[in-house]
């Protein structure tokens, strides 16, 4: 199972037979993700912005108005190495999903997903050597990102079972990403906003995933795979197993020609909208433009799911 925030590129790297570096790969995160942290979001037609947990720490270590940094407004170094820490943490997790997909194959690549768990521990070691509350919250996100996707897997093998079951599932595979928040927050005196900060992370994991699913309808009902979108699609099924050029093609008529298909964009725009209140409850600067790229993102689904739908039409 690879939720929206645990896809890997679609262009795979490169193999090598040299060593990881992770100094040089820091290197290439900070690179990456310098733009998403500085200035004014302003969102582009195409991208709802860059990484929601990039986002929202470097904007919860900002200093709100009339306020003063602790320890010494030493921000940056902080920021940059949680975040480092937090892209590793994500790593972990994506390579040994990446295993359990089916996308790579060679069982070394725990070996190499191990290093980055160790690098992350380390760096977050630093901060926060003797902090119970830390590392108890460490843990448990650690531990429902795994049974989360161990749970997602389970159920998208069959179509029995409510497509509600699913959207709770999708939120707690994003656990992963509360760490860096959390470690913020209790850096910055913060942990009043954990709750909002908790909520925001839900509500646009299940609204992408829903987006990602409808993406990949297609291909995950080819090989067996009811992801929410493909059940909200075909409503009451008891299949198992590939779905067969049928189901397919029911599916995709229901998107195209029934009020389904929009109902998830619905959906997927209402967890968007739920979102963006909780960034306004947290007076996140910038937190209006940083949502509005997601009602983008959608304006453009939706433009381009009436194209396809007038092209089949004209087709028939």
């Given amino acids: 199972m690879t939720s929206a925030s645990l896809r890997p590129p679609k262009r795979p790297p490169k193999r090598t037979s040299r060593p990881l570096s992770l100094a040089a790969l820091r290197r290439e995160f900070h690179t990456a993700f310098k733009a998403?942290?500085?200035?004014?979001?302003?969102?582009?037609?195409?991208?709802?912005?860059?990484?929601?947990w990039v986002f929202l720490a470097t904007r919860l270590a900002s200093p709100r108005r009339g306020g003063k940094r602790p320890h010494g407004g030493a921000m940056d170094g902080f920021i940059d190495n949680v975040l480092w820490a937090q892209y590793c943490l994500f790593m972990f997790i994506r390579l040994q999903d990446d295993l359990f997909d089916g996308h790579v194959r060679s069982p070394s690549i725990i070996l190499l997903s191990d290093q980055f768990l160790w690098e992350a521990e380390e760096v977050l070691g630093r901060y926060f050597p003797r902090s119970p509350a830390f590392w108890t919250m460490f843990r448990r996100c650690m531990r429902d990102t795994t049974r989360a996707i161990l749970q997602v897997d389970a159920l998208q093998r069959t179509c029995s079972r409510s497509g509600r079951t699913l959207l709770p599932l999708y939120a707690r595979v994003d656990s992963v990403f509360m760490i860096s928040l959390f470690a913020v927050c209790i850096r910055y005196r913060r942990r009043a906003a954990f709750g909002l900060i908790k909520k925001f992370v839900h509500e646009v994991a299940e609204g992408s995933q829903i987006l990602d699913d409808l993406a990949d309808v297609s291909e995950d009902l080819e090989r067996g795979r009811f992801n929410y979108a493909a059940r909200v699609l075909l409503?009451?099924?008891?299949?198992?197993?590939?779905?067969?050029?049928?189901?397919?093609?029911?599916?995709?008529?229901?998107?195209?020609?029934?009020?389904?298909?929009?109902?998830?964009?619905?959906?997927?725009?209402?967890?968007?909208?739920?979102?963006?209140?909780?960034?306004?409850?947290?007076?996140?600067?910038?937190?209006?433009?940083?949502?509005?790229?997601?009602?983008?993102?959608?304006?453009?689904?939706?433009?381009?799911?009436?194209?396809?739908?007038?092209?089949?039409?004209?087709?028939?």
């Fill in 36 to 52: 998403g942290k500085g200035g004014a979001w302003k969102p582009r037609s195409a991208s709802p912005g860059p990484p929601y």
């Fill in 235 to 316: 409503g009451n099924c008891r299949k198992r197993g590939p779905a067969g050029a049928s189901l397919v093609r029911r599916a995709l008529h229901n998107l195209h020609f029934t009020p389904r298909g929009s109902g998830l964009l619905d959906e997927a725009s209402r967890h968007f909208a739920a979102a963006g209140k909780a960034l306004r409850a947290l007076r996140i600067r910038d937190g209006g433009q940083f949502t509005q790229g997601y009602m983008l993102l959608l304006e453009q689904i939706r433009k381009q799911l009436h194209r396809k739908t007038v092209k089949y039409l004209f087709a028939a």
